[in-house]
Each structure stands twice: as structure tokens, then as C-alpha cells.
């Protein structure tokens, strides 16, 4: 069988199997990890904090990026998302302060430089969130058990280790880019969301079974229910992969008697070249509210916050869809620069056919980018908020959070990125690749996320 064959041929190349072997180790490392509870937690306290995540949808979802170790009050409870925040933070930066840019142009230098700078601002987001995360730990056991207390020091040392925790998992992201397969940091956070798949199925599968409480629909429900995860599977890779092709004609020389250039090339523009960033910045946002009530004993501010921490609510849904079409045109338009692209054609004796080089370059590109950045908005916006559609017909909470939103994005892409790899590597040593009908496309919008 072709598949046995390929397992045979990956196993053959030393490198990759070097590099698998590493993956999967640092993985094993990292999934230990999540289950060794913070010093002086008991089990009264994990029941409490599962409990409070359960029953918050936005809760749910940090857990799920940190692979359960939210609710299991772990050393790596924090996850690798204020890692993701702070390089948010500083590609901003890159693209607003001179100062930043021209790190960026330095090459290899000015990527230490950014990395560097990246880093420390995950420790001060780390510093900042651990108590928050400790307070809130605290405040939940206090109302189910009662009588729990955390010291001024006894946050402190938490806090540190939670801190270290959270820098250990970026360690282990940069040695799986260094040494094993893809992207780490991306990695990580697949491994974190596949963790939680096998127990949101199973849970799924046994509330469908005759007998079950609140069992509607049967198996053949359960059935459905699969097949439509595989359509929006699908709708997923084409969003991840889907391009337009323009034209590039480049302008022929004539020396002596021979004839250079004229060739034919394509710059493909994305259809969504904004990645998840939109999505991830919408949650970022709809986060607020909830953050803003723990500070405000109102109940105006209570009652606004409990809207907008409904993720199977109207307006929460709206607003989320707003801002991710919304974003997606403004991290479209901070990352794909059409007057640059026109320059380096010019530059190349490049052009279009039928467009003048320059100006009018630049403005046909952009005008392409909007048209179809909106579908492509509009397709993300749609999969974002699959999950609320998938709750309001009687999936279970946890099984519908693979129905759409980052998680499946991320998933996908990252998948998509490490079979990519793979391929590059059987192509290298000259065997077959793993698709027969032409190679696998990973994301190339330059966001690792």
C-alpha cells in the first residue's frame, strides 16, 4: 500500500526521523507538564477551578489552548498565548516605529534583536497575568468550598513559577523549530487542542446513545454530526490555501543577438492573508468585558459583562463577527503592501499586462486585495462563530468548539505546515511525496499562528 510505503520512506531518511523522534519526545515532555499541579493546590481546588471553567465559554477556550492545563492549576496553566500576545505586540510595533523596521531589513541580527525584545515583553504580560490568574483561583474556591487564602508571598512564588512555566513551553517551541518538525510555538498549540478532541468526542458519542440523558437524535445524529466536522474541515483548507493568480510579465532584453526574460510568473494573492490573526485579536477584544466586571461592582457592568461572555449569544456573535471582518481588512492591509510589491516589479523590469508599471500597479493590486479579502472575511467571520451555531443544535459545548473558530483554523494550518515539511523532505531525497495529485499547500501569509 502507498501509505505503508510512505511510512517506509520517512523512516528511511535519518534527518527526518531524527526530527520526528525530537517532536514527539519534547511533546511527551510538554503534555507531562500540564498535569503537575502548582505547590499547595489541593483537589478541592482543581474541582472548583474546572467547575468555573466549565461553566464560562471564554474560560473554555483559553483552556483549551493550554491543553487542559488552565483548569488543572499547572505550572504551565498560563500556556504559550502571552507569548503569542507579546510577538503580536512587537509585529505592530514593526510596522508603526522606524525603529522597529529597520530590525526588521538587519537580516538575522535584527531578528535576535526582535526576538530578544519579544521575550521580555512575555515576561512582563506573564507577570502581570499570574496573579490575575491566581486571584481568580482563589476567589473560586473561596465560593465553593470557602475559607481559601493566598498570601502576598505565597502569590509571589505562584506567580514565578507559573512565569517560568509558561517560558519553558516557549523553550520547548523553539527547539521543535530548531530540531524536529514546522513551527514550535504553532505546534504547541495543536497539541494542545488535539488533547482535548478524544475526551469531547467520546462525550459526544456517549450523549447520543439510546438511553443517555438529553439524548436526541440517536447515532445517527452522532453520524451527522461527523460528517458536517468534515465538511467544515474542508471549507477550512480551501480558506487556508485559497489564492488568486495575477500575471507578471517580465519585460524582455535583447544582447547582442539573444533575447532575455519575457517569461510568464504569477504573484499569488491570498484569499484570507490575514491568517487567524483577525480572530485571535476579535477574542482578545471580547475579552475585555469580562476582565472589566472583576473591577467593577456594578450590576450595570455585571449585566453588560454577562452579554458579552455568552459565546451562544446574539451579540456576542455579532460584534465577534464584526471585528473579525474588520481586522481582517486592517492586518490584510499592515502586511500585504501593494506600492512596495509595484516597486520591486518595477525595479525587476516587471510588469502586468495591461497595467502601467508604478502607480497604477499599486492601485490595480490593492484594488484586487479588497475584492477578495471580503469573501475571504466574510468565510472567516462565518467559521468563527460555527461553534454558537453548533451549540444552538444540541452539540455538546466542548465537541463544538471543533466545529469552527481558531482551534480549527490553527489545526489545519498547522497540519498542513508539518505535512509540508515532511514532503519537503521526501521530495529531497527523491521519493514520492505525500500527495499523488501535486503538493501540499501550507499557509504562507508569514504569520505563525
Known amino acids: 500500500m502507498r501509505f505503508i510505503q510512505t511510512i517506509r520512506n520517512i523512516w528511511t531518511i535519518e534527518e527526518l526521523r531524527k526530527r520526528i523522534l525530537v517532536t514527539l519526545l519534547l511533546v511527551l515532555v510538554y503534555r507531562l507538564g500540564c498535569y503537575v499541579v502548582l505547590p499547595g493546590i489541593s483537589p478541592e481546588d482543581l474541582d472548583a477551578l474546572s467547575n468555573f471553567t466549565e461553566r464560562s465559554g471564554l474560560m473554555q477556550l483559553l483552556d483549551m489552548f493550554s491543553g487542559g492545563a488552565f483548569s488543572q492549576a499547572s505550572i504551565f496553566a498560563l500556556g504559550i498565548m502571552p507569548y503569542i500576545t507579546a510577538s503580536i505586540v512587537i509585529q505592530l510595533l514593526g510596522m508603526v516605529l522606524p ?20 521575550r521580555y515583553l512575555t515576561v512582563l504580560i506573564l507577570l502581570l497575568q499570574g496573579p490575575a490568574y491566581l486571584v481568580n483561583l482563589q476567589n473560586q474556591v473561596s465560593a465553593t468550598i470557602g475559607g481559601a487564602h493566598m498570601g502576598f508571598w505565597t502569590i509571589v512564588y505562584l506567580t514565578v513559577i507559573l512565569a517560568a512555566g509558561s517560558m519553558f513551553i516557549m523553550w520547548l517551541g523553539e527547539r521543535i523549530t530548531d530540531r524536529g518538525i514546522g513551527n514550535g510555538i504553532s505546534f504547541i498549540i495543536l497539541v494542545g487542542i488535539i488533547a482535548r478532541l478524544p475526551g469531547a468526542l467520546f462525550y459526544e458519542f456517549t450523549s447520543r446513545l439510546p438511553g443517555a440523558t438529553g439524548s436526541q437524535g440517536g447515532l445517527i445524529m452522532f453520524v451527522v454530526e461527523i460528517l458536517l466536522l468534515f ?52 477574542q482578545a477584544i471580547m475579552f475585555i468585558p469580562l476582565q472589566l466586571s472583576a473591577y467593577s461592582g456594578s450590576e450595570r457592568a455585571s449585566g453588560f459583562a454577562a452579554v458579552f461572555s455568552d459565546i451562544n449569544g446574539f451579540w456576542y456573535n455579532f460584534v465577534y463577527f464584526i471585528l473579525i471582518v474588520a481586522f481582517t481588512y486592517f492586518y490584510t492591509a499592515i502586511t500585504v503592501r501593494p506600492t512596495q510589491m509595484a516597486e520591486d516589479m518595477k525595479r525587476n523590469n516587471g510588469f502586468i499586462p495591461g497595467i502601467k508599471p508604478g502607480k497604477k500597479t499599486a492601485e490595480y493590486l490593492d484594488s484586487i486585495m479588497s475584492r477578495i479579502t471580503l469573501p475571504g472575511s466574510l468565510f472567516l467571520g462565518i467559521v468563527a462563530i460555527l461553534p454558537a451555531f453548533a451549540r444552538f443544535f444540541g452539540i455538546s459545548q466542548n465537541f463544538a468548539q471543533f466545529f469552527g473558530g481558531t ?24 521519493y514520492d511525496g505525500l500527495m499523488k495529485d501535486g503538493k501540499i499547500k501550507g499557509r504562507t501569509t508569514g504569520s505563525a499562528y
Not at 522597529?100 to 525584545?117: A, V
Not at 510568473?265 to 484570507?272: E, W
Not at 480549527?408 to 508539518?418: A, C, P, Y
Request: net charge positive.
Open 99 to 118: 525603529s522597529f523596521q529597520k530590525m526588521q531589513r538587519e537580516g538575522e541580527s535584527g531578528r535576535q534583536k526582535l526576538s530578544q525584545y519579544t
Open 231 to 282: 465538511a467544515v474541515t474542508v471549507g477550512a483548507v480551501l480558506l487556508v490555501q485559497g489564492t488568486r493568480k495575477v500575471p507578471v510579465q517580465y519585460a524582455k532584453r535583447i544582447i547582442g543577438n539573444r533575447q532575455y526574460g519575457g517569461a510568464r510568473q504569477y504573484i499569488p494573492l491570498k484569499v484570507n492573508a490575514a491568517g487567524v490573526m483577525p480572530i485571535i485579536f476579535a
Open 407 to 430: 482551534s480549527l483554523l490553527i489545526l489545519v494550518g498547522v497540519v498542513l505546515d508539518t505535512l509540508q515539511q515532511i514532503e519537503s523532505h521526501l521530495m529531497m531525497h527523491h
